[in-house]
């Protein structure tokens, strides 16, 4: 199991950097959104009832996954007319836990040699690099784009956890794989003792924007 702190810091991350991509990518007015601080940056958060829930119950149900160190990637994608996907944000997460038979004593040590100041600090980091990306579908008309929650698991099948909707729980739907990218642009790396973080984007082709080789 990985240190409870950890997972609780990564658990407000989480449902931070997937609030401020819907703000930084216009999925909804501006009106729907509230700035708060989060990590010591300003931030986006949205204030509707629905889509603030949605995003808490997402998380939530990636908890139990975080803990184990069973979380592959976690991504939001953007999509246009619902079947064609703009851009994908992906959240890595690296675990150790899967690849080393260190005791669990020396697992607990080792990761303690850094402090959730650190990590705060590392996350806080991540939040200031995805504000500087330049987001190329903004201008695209809102309406017609929704997005998409994934979560990728380490050992397969799919999560225990359900997710909830307002008429009782939802079972989780397989992710469409066969996409292709045009462009996978890093944006924040962070590495501490045993568990990993790597953020990027993946871009699709725009139609009437390709570039001759």
């Not at 950890?6 to 009106?31: D, G, N, S, V």
């Not at 592959?72 to 690849?99: G, Q, W």
């Not at 956890?161 to 996978?184: C, F, H």
Request: hydrophobic content about 40%.
């Amino acid at each position: 199991m990985i240190r409870k702190d950890i997972i609780t810091l990564t658990y407000e991350f989480l449902e931070t950097w997937l609030h401020q991509l819907l703000y930084k990518c216009e999925l909804y007015p501006k009106a729907v959104f509230k700035q708060q601080k989060k990590f010591q940056v300003p931030v986006y958060i949205a204030l509707h009832p629905q889509v603030h829930a949605y995003i808490a119950d997402f998380v939530q149900a990636c908890q139990p996954l975080l803990e184990t160190g069973n979380v592959r990637f976690i991504a939001l994608t953007v999509m246009e007319d619902a079947d064609r996907p703009l851009e994908k944000f992906v959240l890595e997460i690296r675990s150790l836990l899967h690849n080393t038979n260190i005791p669990a004593d020396t697992v607990l040590q080792s990761e303690s040699s850094f402090t959730l100041a650190d990590l705060e600090q590392y996350l806080r980091a991540c939040l200031i690099k995805l504000n500087t990306y330049q987001f190329p579908n903004k201008q695209t008309t809102s309406d017609t784009r929704t997005f998409i929650l994934s979560i990728e698991k380490i050992q397969g099948g799919y999560p225990h956890q359900q997710l909830k909707s307002n008429d009782g729980s939802m079972d989780w739907v397989p992710a469409e794989t066969s996409y292709r990218w045009k462009n996978i642009k890093p944006l924040k790396s962070v590495e501490l003792d045993l568990i990993r973080f790597n953020t990027f984007v993946m871009e699709a082709s725009r139609k009437g924007k390709e570039r001759c080789p």
